[in-house]
């Protein structure tokens, strides 16, 4: 396949990528299909093939181009079920199915004295070149190369049956895909030497939630594409690819300012709030505060006309906004509702058993899209468990941010302490992706248990270094002046320090 641009008369290029229509497909394609190109799509059993080439072809008949689909093991009553899954009119696609006339009980019975390979296979190329001379299409999806292998019968002849349909339509300039089943590692070969691109979708089960899907790219000819896997879904309206979220690829540059959480005291430890573009870990025990402090930042910004996002894996969306409204708005029933309505807030409660760390990086990526300021995630642990495996964590979070702190944002990432009183962090480490660590911390004073706030670590510029006394009150929220003359904090029965006879600072 040649990737070459084709030179109008006048001397100028014509387009080379023609979009999919496919969302996400064409980014990870730098462009899409190349025009004439001679693709093939590769996956297991209900990885989306069909899918994706019925999607493509009716992007195309959108453009006003002719099309036809060529199915060799999917029937018309088949296909009309995936197109009503969707809501696509299957009418705008020329189809050609060749499974009953294969299927056909009577010529099955009849006795030759030739192989399958030097009768059927024929017939059916027969078929197929009449159809595509008939048609004339622009476009071109071949649905089922495995029955193609098996009538052949040896892998030289499909090779030499593949190749002759490939000269074919490159001649009459027909851009085609071809849909296929992972091929035998001994004939997979054929396919890469063969076609001039190829994309391999994957389905694996997890051993709790819905199937994770991802592709990737292995080749195409002369053109550049974005290399890894790369998540996707299938869901009503087609196929949707999230591509690999890249951060160097991202513009920087860009003016930051200090963002003010509303209270002038916790805006003092930062000495003067938040810095756009840097991210912030807010770590401690669970019921100390983490979530309500971040809900703060994230009013402020909704007060001053700003966008936020808040994506809570842990706690029920209606619970973690009714407690922002008691404590960051006052009490006012139904303030966010305002926001909600108008998109200034986008807020979601994810199901970890639901996600994928590609399109949970979409989702975010659309929201910047759109406006957004600061971001939320509440909580690490809760996304730890999105991740089908649990040692990409700190890479995809790295990307994450990175593309966060060069767009601008404010991000905030819950963690949650094992314990109550003083508590192990999870079994991940975040603190090098935090551009600012706030401690929450519970202390025993005076036979009461208490809410202590102090920053750990904060890279842009100085901060304080004392504690200052955390509480919630029918006002909102409170900090405190920084607490001064204590030399230790007793903690209670629970700390581990404690139980071995150690004394805590």
Known sequence: ?????????????????????????????????????????????????????????????????????????????????????????????????????????????????????????????????????????????????????????????????????????????????????????????????????????????????????????????????????????????????????VSPVHPQGVERCFSSSGIQNLDQMFQGGLLTGTSSVFIGPSGVGKSTVAMQFVATCLKQGLKAAVYTFDEILGTFLARAERLSFAGERGALKTYLEDGRLTARQVDPAELTPGSFAQEVRDAVDSGVTIVVIDSLNGYINAMPEERLLSTHLHELVSYLNQRNVITIMVVAQHGVLRGSVADFNVSYLADTILLFRYFESNGEIRRGLSVFKNRTGPHEHTMRLLSFTDAGIVVAEPIVGWTKVAFGPLDEDIAEGHSSL
């Not at 496919?22 to 990870?28: A, H, K, R, T, Y």
């Not at 189809?95 to 004295?113: A, G």
């Not at 059927?120 to 999806?141: A, C, F, N, W, Y």
């Not at 396919?191 to 709790?208: D, F, R």
Request: hydrophobic share 35%; glycine share 10%.
């Open 1 to 245: 396949m040649s990737n070459q641009s084709n030179m109008s008369e006048g001397g100028t290029s014509t387009p080379r990528y023609l979009a999919t229509g496919i969302p996400g497909l064409d980014v990870i394609l730098k462009g899409g299909v190349l025009k004439g190109g001679f693709y093939l799509l590769e996956g297991g059993p209900g990885s989306g093939k069909t899918t994706v080439g019925l999607q493509y072809l009716l992007n195309r008949v959108n453009a006003g181009e002719r099309v036809l689909y060529i199915a060799l093991t999917e029937s018309r009553r088949e296909m009309e079920m995936i197109c009503n899954s969707h809501g696509w009119p299957l009418e705008q696609i020329e189809l050609c199915d060749l499974v009953q006339s294969s299927l056909d009980p009577i010529e099955q019975t009849r006795s030759s004295i030739f192989y399958p390979s030097e009768t059927q296979l024929g017939d059916v190329m027969k078929h197929i070149i009449s159809e595509i001379e008939r048609i004339t299409p622009s476009h071109l999806v071949v649905d089922g190369l495995s029955e193609l292998r098996l009538l052949a019968g040896s892998p030289t002849r499909y090779r030499r049956q593949l190749l002759s349909l490939k000269i074919f339509l490159e001649q009459r300039g027909i851009t085609t895909l071809l849909l296929d089943e992972n091929a035998p590692e001994s004939e997979a070969h054929a396919h890469q030497a063969i076609v001039g691109a190829n994309i391999v979708l994957e389905t694996t089960l997890p051993q709790y939630g819905r199937a994770r899907r991802r592709l990737y790219v292995g080749k195409v000819r002369s053109a550049e594409f974005q290399e890894g896997f790369h998540d996707y879904e299938i869901r009503k309206g087609g196929l949707f690819v999230f591509p690999r979220l």
